[in-house]
């Protein structure tokens, strides 16, 4: 009953890689959160939708 009662403690943004390092620790380090992310395997879904976005504009432009 206990476990079904508690609270969550884990946010989305909690399990991202160096969410606990603060923008000096970072910098210390030579690295970003997105630097991070990319080592860690995670992709950044905007970026890959604005690369589509520009291969699609690319294609109608020759068209194709």
Same mark, same amino acid.
């Given at each position: $009953?206990?476990? $079904?009662? =508690?609270?969550?403690?884990?946010? =989305?943004?909690? !399990?991202?890689?160096?969410?606990? !390092?603060?923008?000096?620790? @970072? =910098? %210390? #380090?030579?690295? /970003?959160?997105?630097? !991070? #992310?990319?080592? /860690?395997? @995670?992709?950044? @879904?905007?970026?890959?939708?604005? %690369? #589509? %976005? =520009?291969? @699609? #504009?690319?294609?109608?432009?020759?068209?194709?």
């Amino acid at each position: $009953m206990r476990i $079904m009662n =508690a609270e969550k403690s884990e946010t =989305a943004e909690d !399990l991202q890689p160096g969410h606990n !390092l603060s923008d000096e620790e @970072l =910098a %210390k #380090r030579h690295t /970003s959160r997105q630097q !991070l #992310r990319k080592q /860690s395997g @995670l992709v950044d @879904l905007s970026a890959l939708v604005e %690369k #589509r %976005k =520009a291969e @699609l #504009r690319k294609q109608q432009q020759e068209g194709g």
